[in-house]
């Protein structure tokens, strides 16, 4: 008799376990499809013309486990907009931060700074190696560590007005397209405590950052570090000249 209860009471469990395992897929699938159906709905709503609109969506999609959809979103986005670095980071992460070939309808694509070879010698020219050097090991390893995360500026953020490339930082191109990103928001010379690269962030709301980010204010290090080698680049007249310099005067014949 208790054999038999025992027998009973195992093929009751093992028939509550495949019951449960079932209920939890039914309940997943149902979930799977409400999020497609939210999926479509909210792509019939945005402007697909806007890459803000298009990048929105393919985050959400990416947050509700919709990857094929958060995909051909992040394409589409970079297809707007080819600089969109946001879209570049979705298209990383969707990839496993691994290999950084996406398949589209129109074959593979790498995804990797957008920035042109030529582009990032004349950048490497106007700027000098050394300042170059100094950026991608001073600067550009404290922004990434200070405001490169995905919710800040690394990529993951529709509302932030710029990302960093986060990715093969030893890269010239992706040092050339991140100095590019933030040398927007540098003001060179005499102004360099002005810059938005520092002002806002050191003031927070009142400067319109989010919070403030250098929390020892002007005396922060990572602050300090910025400011002293935007005070090393040059102005505008000293690029002029270096590059007068450099030019071969014409001959004249009498």
Not at 53 to 81: M, P, S
Not at 115 to 132: F, L, S
Not at 167 to 176: S, V, Y
Not at 195 to 206: E, V, W
Request: aromatic fraction near 6%.
């Amino acid at each position: 008799m208790a054999r038999r209860r025992q027998v009973r009471l195992a093929v009751g469990l093992g028939l509550a376990g495949v019951l449960g395992l079932a209920i939890v897929a039914a309940a997943q699938m149902a979930t799977t499809g409400s999020r497609q159906q939210q999926y479509e709905l909210q792509l019939k709503k945005i402007d697909r013309s806007k890459a803000d609109d298009l990048y929105r969506l393919a985050r959400w999609c990416f947050q509700n486990e919709l990857t094929g959809e958060a995909k051909a979103l992040a394409v589409e986005t970079l297809q707007k907009a080819p600089d969109d670095v946001r879209a570049k980071y979705l298209l990383y992460v969707l990839a496993g931060e691994g290999g950084t070939v996406i398949a589209t309808e129109t074959g593979g694509t790498e995804i990797e700074a957008t920035i042109t070879d030529a582009e990032v010698e004349t950048i490497y020219k106007n700027e000098g190696d050394d300042k170059m050097t100094v950026f991608r090991n001073k600067i550009q390893a404290r922004l990434i560590q200070t405001c490169g995360a995905a919710k800040c500026h690394g990529g993951g953020n529709a509302t932030a007005k710029w990302s960093l490339i986060r990715r093969n930082l030893n890269n010239r191109k992706t040092i050339a397209e991140n100095f590019r990103t933030i040398n927007r928001f540098v003001a060179r010379g005499e102004d360099a405590a002005n810059s938005r690269l520092l002002s806002m962030p050191l003031k927070g709301k009142d400067g319109g950052h989010p919070e403030i980010v250098f929390t020892r204010g002007a005396a922060d290090p990572v602050y300090q570090t910025i400011l002293t080698w935007i005070q090393s680049l040059k102005t505008q007249t000293q690029g002029i000249w270096d590059r007068a310099k450099t030019e071969k005067v014409p001959t004249t014949t009498r």
